[in-house]
């Protein structure tokens, strides 16, 4: 899911949903010992709340915030000299691990999803102004120069250290639709590392349960209704259980702008260089693994909603179709289409 937070409006959404989820994880923790430890923080230019039982109590903030700040040097577009930054600026073609782990497994998404997603749009994310660059007047020759640029080759080896090789010097990265999960499974690992296996991580929307809540109780997860706008107060959909697993919600209605009537989703489609302009609002998409999960919730809200439910025909045990949800607007009236496997997580009294 792509979170690109450059105006007053969508953060305050976005401090509402927070604010909604934190209590909602409050009510989620129950009155079973020992104590949930709760954290609530910012990174990538969102907020991120954790809940987790450790049997020692350890307070956890420092390290986290530390790790999701060394993840920011790697992969944020909104700080300067990242990583991220400097290779889009071709000035090094030597990476960390980590940049060359997200680059293949952009690329493997995007071989996968037959280019549904893409991590090389970063111009044209920037030219409609979802990123760190004011909104410019986009037209065709200028649409065609990107897309060219989006279009060439990008590789990594396997040296040590890595390096990166671009066709295009112009062709520039933009791992937002991916980090946020990416940055989930780091979260998660770094507990497990310390023993501790009952947790419920939340980076923007990105959410990975670990265990039970309580014995024979798992977590259970809200999924937010498509709002109005980006002011509108959050209101839950629908709940469902999650136990092991992510699930990530890419949605169009906060993240856009409008102008002389139309409005301009966030979504870019790497087809056309353009926002997407179907009916599809939001999509939920389960999976182990949340980098898994972001990228084919973004890929769908590329495809639309036609070509998304014929991808997960045409690939029925692959990654990102077993469960998802889909709300999509039907003549002014919102309505949901989920796989059998969503249909399993949700609980039998709603």
């Known amino acids: 899911m792509e979170l690109h937070y450059n105006n007053k409006s969508v953060?305050?959404?976005?401090?509402?949903?927070?604010?909604?989820?934190?209590?909602?994880?409050?009510?989620?923790?129950?009155?079973?010992?020992?104590?949930?430890?709760?954290?609530?923080?910012?990174?990538?230019?969102?907020?991120?709340?954790?809940?987790?039982?450790?049997?020692?109590?350890?307070?956890?903030?420092?390290?986290?915030?530390?790790?999701?700040?060394?993840?920011?040097?790697?992969?944020?577009?909104?700080?300067?000299s990242s990583m991220i930054r400097r290779v889009n600026r071709n000035e090094t073609t030597v990476v960390s691990r980590r940049f060359a782990d997200l680059l293949e497994k952009s690329m493997e998404m995007n071989r996968y999803t037959d280019g549904a997603f893409d991590c090389r749009i970063g111009r044209l994310v920037q030219l409609w102004g979802f990123s760190f660059r004011q909104r410019q007047e986009p037209d065709d020759s200028a649409l065609d120069s990107l897309l060219a640029a989006a279009r060439g080759s990008v590789t990594v080896s396997h040296s040590t250290p890595p390096t990166i090789s671009k066709q295009y010097p112009g062709t520039e990265l933009d791992f937002n639709a991916i980090a946020q999960g990416y940055s989930s499974d780091l979260v998660a690992r770094f507990l497990d590392s310390l023993g501790i296996h009952r947790y419920l991580v939340d980076i923007g929307g990105e959410v990975i349960a670990k265990g039970e809540k309580s014995p024979g109780r798992p977590w259970t997860v809200g999924i937010e209704r498509p709002?109005?706008?980006?002011?509108?107060?959050?209101?839950?959909?629908?709940?469902?259980?999650?136990?092991?697993?992510?699930?990530?919600?890419?949605?169009?209605?906060?993240?856009?702008?409008?102008?002389?009537?139309?409005r301009y989703s966030h979504t870019?489609?790497?087809?056309?260089?353009?926002?997407?302009?179907?009916?599809?609002?939001?999509?939920?998409?389960?999976?182990?693994?949340?980098?898994?999960?972001?990228?084919?919730?973004?890929?769908?809200?590329?495809?639309?909603?036609?070509?998304?439910?014929?991808?997960?025909?045409?690939?029925?045990?692959?990654?990102?179709?077993?469960?998802?949800?889909?709300?999509?607007?039907?003549?002014?009236?919102?309505?949901?289409?989920?796989?059998?496997?969503?249909?399993q997580l949700v609980p039998k009294n709603q």
């Not at 839950?236 to 139309?262: H, M, W």
């Open 268 to 343: 870019i489609d790497p087809a056309t260089g353009r926002p997407v302009g179907h009916t599809l609002l939001s999509v939920s998409v389960v999976e182990k693994e949340c980098w898994l999960a972001d990228a084919m919730a973004t890929a769908y809200m590329v495809m639309g909603l036609n070509r998304a439910r014929d991808f997960i025909g045409a690939h029925p045990d692959g990654p990102g179709t077993k469960a998802v949800m889909f709300i999509y607007d039907d003549h002014g009236k919102l309505r949901t289409y989920a796989t059998p496997g969503w249909h």
């Open 11 to 80: 953060r305050h959404a976005v401090v509402e949903r927070f604010f909604v989820t934190v209590v909602l994880l409050a009510a989620l923790a129950g009155c079973h010992r020992p104590e949930p430890i709760a954290l609530q923080g910012e990174a990538q230019g969102t907020f991120y709340s954790i809940l987790y039982i450790d049997p020692q109590g350890r307070n956890l903030k420092g390290a986290i915030d530390s790790l999701l700040a060394d993840f920011d040097l790697t992969a944020s577009l909104w700080v300067d």
């Open 227 to 262: 709002a109005e706008d980006s002011l509108s107060a959050p209101v839950v959909e629908t709940a469902i259980r999650l136990e092991d697993a992510s699930v990530v919600t890419s949605g169009s209605y906060r993240k856009y702008y409008e102008k002389n009537g139309t």
